[in-house]
Structures are given as C-alpha cells and as structure tokens.
C-alpha cells in the first residue's frame, strides 16, 4: 500500500465521519421546524415541506413542482398498478393452490365456470348460464362460445372434464381437491385411486357441461369459483409437464408477464378477456423490499398496510397518513373455543359464565383502537347471508358470576388451559385481557399456553384442547362455510365436540335449499340457537387497514380471493 | 508448499466429515422426532386423513426414520437436497440457492464495507494515540456499533429513503443501487470490532524491533508506517475476515426483515416456522459446511502470509 493510498482511505474515514455527523446535525434542526431565520438552507426546505406555514403557501408553486418531481406524480403518472404480494407458496398451477397469496394471482391469470364479483355474488365466468335439477344434485353449464385461452385457443366442455380430472388424480397430489371438489360423483374415487374417470362431469356437447354431485349440497357454485375448479389447458400441460407453470396459459384478465421468484411479478391485460379486458396497462406486485408504509410515503408503491404503531394516529386523522386509510373488513371470525366434552366446559353454565365475563367493546377500544369489529354472531358482516338480529352474550360480570355459581363446577374449578399457537414471549395483548377479565368477574386462573403451529393444529383436529383461541377465513363465501363447516357434529373442524341435534336439521337442510332467502334465515336460526349454547366465544370479526393513493381508482379489498385487478384504473390527470 | 502443510489440510478436511455426519444426524432427528409436521402446516384446516396420507406418501414420511435418513442421504450423493413442503413443488436447491447467491453478494459487500471503514479507522486511531483523536475515532464507531440493527435499519430507512430521497427501498436483486442502505446498515456494527483490532495491531507492531530498525535506518516516517507497520498489523485482520464470514450470514436476519431482502437468514427463519424439513436440515448443513472451511482457509491462509506459521503447523505435524 502506498502513501497515497492510505492517505486517501484517512480522508474518506475522516469526510465519513464528518458527513454523518452533518446529516444528524441538519436532521435535529429540521425537525424542529420552526426556525424562522433559516441560517441552514436544507433545514429550511425540511421544515417548509413538514409544516404548512404561511412563507411555504407563498412560494408554493415552486415548491409544489418540486415536490411533485420528488414524489407527487411519480408513481400515478402511469397507468401501472404497484402493490405488494407474497412469495407464491407453490408453482401457479391451480390444482396446487393452497394459500392465499398464489390464490390472488392465480385467480387473475386463470378463470372458471363461474366466479365472484366484488360484492361476493356468483356471477359466469366461463359459463354463460347453468341449470340445476334433480334437487340440487345436478348442474348443467352452457359455456360461452368465445372464450379463448391466452394462446388464442378455444375453451371447450372437454377442457374442464380435462381440469377436474386432473384436479383428482392422485399422482396430483392436490391439497385442496377434496374439500371443494369432493362431492362431485367420482372425485373421491379417483383420488383414492379407485377409478380412473370422474364418472359425475359429463361433456354433454362442445359448449354443455354436467356436473352430477354425490348429494345436493347448496354452496356448489361457491366452491366452483376457488382455484381447484380453474379450467387448464391440456396441450400446454401435456407439451412441458415440469415447466409450463411458468408461463401459465389461463383464461383469465392478466397474463403473467414476468416472475422473478422473491423479486417481483408482473401482470400484463389479456385484450381478449370475454368479460371486459383489464383497464390497467399493468400490475406489479413487489414481493421483497424495506418497510411498506415507508415505500408508500416515499411513493414506491400504491398500496400498503398501516404499520400497527401508525394505526393510532391514522385512525385518529393525527397521522399524515390517515387521509390515504381505507378500512376493509375481512371474511375472517375470531373466537374462543371449549370443549364440551371436558370439565369444566361440559357444562353450559361455565361456558356461558365465561361468554358474559369478558368485556369485548373495552378490548376493542383499549387494543384495537376501535378498529375491530366485535362479533356478535358468527358470519361477518360482508358476507351474503349476515344478519344483524344475531345477538351474543355482552359484558355482565354480576350475571356471569351468578351462573358460574349455579353450575356444577361453583366450588370445585379444574384447571383451564387457554391455548394457542405461537412462539416465545408474551401470549397477545387480548387472550391477557380475557384472562384478567375472567379473574375479576369469575375468580377463576386461566392459564394460558403457546404451542407451535403444525402441533397446535394436530391437537386442535384431535379435539384435544381444552380451550382454545383460533380463527376462520372464508373458502367460499356462504355461511354454510362458518355454519356448517364449524358446528355441525360431523364436521372435522368441529373443534369444541359440540353437538346439537336441531342445528345438524336446520344445517342439513338448508345445504339442499335452493331459495337463498330462505336457507339464509335457516342459517341465522343455526347460528343464534349454537351462540347462546356458547360451545365459542365469538370475539372478533378483523378489518383490514389499507393505505391507498388517491390516484388509484375502483380499489376494493373484498377480502377473500376474487379476481379484482381488472376493474382498477390509475387516475394519471394529476389531480 | 511443504509436505507438512498438505498433510495438514488433509487431515482437518477429513475431520469435516464426521462433524458434516453428526450435524446431519443430530439435526434431522430433532426434526422428525419432534412435534413438528410439514403435512399437518400444509392442509392447515383442510386436513383429512386421506389427503394427509397421500402427502405423507409424496414425502416419504410414511417411513421410518432411520430410512428416511439414509434415502436422505443417498439423494445428497446424488446432489439432490430434497423437495420443500413451505413452497410446494420447489426443490430444496430451487428455494436456497437464489437467497445463498443474495446473502452471499450483500455479505461480501458488507465485508468490504467493514474492512473498507475499519482498518483506515484503526490506523488512524493508532497513529493518533495520545490525541483526542484516538478515543473519538474509536468512540464513534464503538457508538454506532452500540445501536442495534433493528433500530438503525428503520432509521436509515427514515432518513435516507424518506428526508433525503437518496435510495428507494424496494428491492431490485444484488446488483441493483438499492442494495446500498441495507449493506450499509448491516455493515455498521461490524466496524468498530475491526477498527479496535486494526488499531491494537499497529500499536503492537510499531514497538517491534524491525521498525525500530527501519526507523533508525532514517526511512521516511510514511514509509515506515505503510510498508512495515501497516503491512504486518494487517495480519490478524484475517483471521477476523475468516471468523466474519458465517457471522455475516447469521447475523443479516434484521437486515433482511425490515429491508424484506429475500436472502438465507430469513428464509431459514420461515422454514423452521413452517415447518420445512428438507430446507431447514440445507441450511443448517450449508452454514457448517461454511464454517468448516471458513476455519480452514483461515488457517492455512495464515500459513501463506506468515511463514512462521507455516513452519510450526509443519513441525506440529
């Protein structure tokens, strides 16, 4: 090493060390805003740009041009969606699709029979119309005759009698293909490798499809417009087995344009889409990067999450943030769950006791900042079927007290394991809230117990939790979904072993009903007679908490998987 | 290089395998003997016994352990380091490899970057004992290296990112600008360990009889400095760029949660969350086999710039 050079690595520790300490200096005094006799020029434009006073209005015109240059129009000068998205968890095949990350992108480069629009309706896709006979047990599709795949080949009958029975083919390995397709004749069968065809879809002509159940089951549209039930193409599949997931060639809004694993995934316009091509040039989702509600305000990005230590203030209108805040509430029931088999919750007194003691408005508003929506039933309120009449126990420490008294366990409490699934630490801020209220008003410890998550779902499914504190996010959006799937007695996620022979009646009938009105008041009768029998206690219907431009136009979060790009536009007037 | 030497690294390289064997074991039993299960965190709420077995089927978890290992490891000899389960239909090689590339690009970046700062600042420190400017050189970095990531990674974000305007924080690869903050940040509090040992080197090989020598000899003082101070204190650094190296890659876990760079600490990070046994069991046998011959390279490196040390390895074997 020479003189020189180390000369040179001295000065550039020492501008270093002087740089950064410059930088802390200016950052100080910017911060303190209200430095009139602006002795440093880029503390002034600091405070200038943080607060709005009367010298900053004046010159405004010039600092407006320069801060849109910096940041305004930037991002809303295209006609190009920035938004966040998760690693796919599996390759986008549908059949493969399990999470809800690769469920967002699938749905928008593939399509179906039918499919959601953003009130949760099903409307046709791919299907013009459909007939369902023989009680509920038969569906036939009429296909429109214009729908292509995004190589500009037609979409046939044979097509999905190709993608159903692929869904079902063992050596498929589908995780999901039993739980949406499962009641069509044969799938079962096939995927337990009995039979080789699924005898119940039937290619009746090139544009009618027959779809034969194993019994009527009410909610079958809705489990046709999940991932599973997309419609693939067979030459693509057959040509390129291993790689043609990587340039998927659906039938969907978008076309997968790019997909750089952990960097980012681009969606492009399919100009043909038979229901109205997309109104955006194109989607990118981020799927790494710093901190998202700091790439919003440094606009990177058009759409992020409120930062949970930001939400206070935005919630509030303090925060700068607040005025980008849209609210949407997810598909998704929070709860406690007890065993009704198992001391002390096999007696409904304790669970109703338990039910009364906790004062879920007070939680909400000390730990939710409001933002919460508390449960009062079991389906959310965004779902078709909800009804505002159900009503579940509310705060009354005195009565929860009372009936503790009155019931089998008064004197002899076993004791309560509350458990969960998580790491180390602190159990959350509520399930500590419901323990201390459960003390107050019942004299009763609650212990509360973290186990790890593959484990804490193996208990759960065995019935072996005494107490536990889990949620629900829709598949499909019907409230047999919440209903049925969680409380009727066969049910397998029928955690809590309740039983209650006239909710199996009501649920069992309303699954054949073909009248919604009258199925939905079916399950509203359901749903009040299984919350005052409180084998749960329902808490929380969560809301999410979007930041979103202003430029970004017809912005929905419907909460579950439905194919929502298409109808976004990116205002680029620079209003 | 002598007989000795070869010998010497032949022989810590076979002793890597039973340790490379152990690892293996010990982890992979750990895993499969644990509460842990892959299938039951991929069915989620959607598990049924047939479902669950076809999974167990298409891992080979269906089997007994001690077969389960050994089909391991005759996939290993075949190159073939398993399948994920966290992403479905991925290899184990498919999933890591991309974040290894990612965590090895910002590792050496921040290496040189470490280096790049600390070594100037110790000989400066050295070269100043007495002043004040030596405890403040020293001070300073001892101060930033006092702050943790978790809390400078979110200010450099603040200030760079959104006062400035200078970076952007969305990720774009290795090789994209925005790589700089995060490198940067993750790099801060390797320097002041650097600039102590730098600084402590020089003072210890400036009372050395040769530059005593060389200063009597009336060879400019910068001379003397550069090419028999500097030149020797650089030594020891070694062992630390060695010794950094797997740290590097431990130690980026809160560089890579808040920049949401997708590199090797948070991926291990999510696969034992997951589960991922495959991924997981990859990892863990990656950062041995990378400690391993970190060490290694260390030493017989060593070997090559001291020749005293090459000697005495000889004469121990």
Known sequence: MSNRTLGIMMGAVALLIVAVAVVFVLVLSGGDGDDDSGTAQPAREASERDDDTDSARETGGDDDDRDRAVSGSGICSENRLVTFGDDPATVFDPIQVGDASTAEYTAEIFGGLVTLDLDLNVVPDIAERWEITDNGRVYTFFLRDDVVFHNGRRVTADDFKYSIERAADPANFSPTVLDYLGDIVGVRDKFNGRTDEVSGVQVIDEYTLRIELDRPISYFLQQLTYTIAYVVDQEQIEQDPDGWTRQPNGTGPFRLKIFRPLEEIVLIPNDRYHLGPPRLDEVVFTLAGGSLSTRFQNDEIHIAIVPAVELAGVLSGESELAEFYRPAPQLAFFYLGMNVNEPPFDDPLVRQAFALAIDREAINEVLFFDAAIVADGIVPPTLPGYSEAITSYRYDPDRAAELLAQSRYANDMPRIILTFSGGGGDPPDNLQAYQQQWREALGVEVEIEAIEWSAYLRELRRGELQMYSTGWIADYPDPENFVGKLFASESRLNHSGYANDRVDALLDEAATLQDQEARYRLYHEAEQIIIDDAPIIPTFWTVGHYLVRECVQNWVDPGTIVPKYRYIEIDTSGE | ?317
Not at chain 2, 136 to 146: A, P, Y
């Open chain 2, 1 to 317: 290089m002598s007989q000795g030497l070869a010998g010497y690294i032949i022989r810590r390289l076979l002793w890597t395998v039973p340790v490379i064997v152990a690892i293996s074991i010990l982890v992979f039993l750990l895993l499969r003997l644990g509460p842990l299960d892959p299938v039951e965190s991929i069915l989620g709420q959607r598990y049924t016994e047939e479902g669950a077995d076809r999974l167990r089927e298409k891992y080979g978890y269906d089997r007994p352990v001690h077969i389960q290992y050994l089909k391991y490891v005759q996939n290993l000899f075949q190159g073939d380091l398993g399948v994920s389960t966290r992403h479905q239909n991925f290899t184990v090689a498919e999933v890591v490899i991309p974040k290894i590339r990612v965590s090895a690009g910002m590792g050496v970046m921040a290496m040189v970057l470490v280096f790049g700062l600390g070594v100037p600042a110790g000989v400066f420190a050295a070269l100043r004992r007495g002043t004040f400017l030596d405890p403040l050189t020293i001070g300073f970095w001892l101060l930033i290296d006092s702050v943790p990531v978790l809390i400078s990674a979110i200010w450099a974000q603040w200030l760079f990112a959104l006062q400035f305007g200078w970076v952007d924080l969305t990720y774009g690869g290795v090789f994209h600008p925005n790589i700089i903050l995060p490198v940067f940040v993750m790099s801060l509090p390797g320097v002041a360990g650097v600039a102590r040992l730098m600084r402590a080197s020089v003072i210890q090989v400036s009372t050395e009889d040769y530059v005593r020598t060389a200063r009597s000899k009336g060879l400019r003082e910068q001379t003397v400095v550069v090419s028999h101070v500097v030149r020797n204190a650089l030594l020891p650094m070694i062992t630390v760029i060695g010794l950094a190296l797997p740290g590097i890659f431990a130690g980026a876990l809160f560089t890579e949660l808040l920049f949401g760079i997708p590199g090797i600490a948070r991926e291990a990070l999510q696969a034992v969350l997951a589960p991922d046994f495959d991924v997981v069991l990859g990892l863990v046998l990656f950062g041995s086999i990378l400690f391993v011959f970190a060490n290694i390279l260390v030493d017989v490196a060593y070997g090559f710039i001291d020749p005293r040390i090459r000697l005495s390895a000889a004469r121990g074997s």
